[in-house]
């Protein structure tokens, strides 16, 4: 499955459960996630989407572990399901 189609899924189930879904560009800053989930309990997730058996780019690799030695929950994800799965578990 395409990247933009599993993004655009989960965005959609996110709306409809009252969650955020920010796009992420950070001006000088390469490697971000595509999407901060926002949930209205102020609980943050964030989400690299990839084609179905796709992986990340080095400097995306690094982004991530940055944000994982901050607390911060990252995910990778390349199919609609787990993607919102791991959001549900956050809610």
């Known amino acids: 499955m395409r990247e933009r ?5 989960v965005c959609r189930w996110a709306k409809l459960n009252d969650i955020w879904a920010w796009k992420l560009t950070v001006v000088g800053v390469m490697g971000v996630p595509d999407r901060l989930f926002i ?4 609980k943050i997730v964030f989400i690299e989407f990839k084609a179905t058996g796709k992986e ?4 995306q690799k ?9 607390n911060l929950p990252v995910y990778t994800m390349d199919n609609k399901d787990d993607a919102i799965a791991v959001l549900t578990t956050h809610i």
């Open 39 to 42: 949930f209205p309990t102020g």
């Open 62 to 70: 690094i982004m991530h572990n940055m944000l994982t030695k901050r």
């Open 56 to 59: 990340l780019r080095p400097l």
């Open 5 to 9: 189609s599993i993004e655009k899924s």
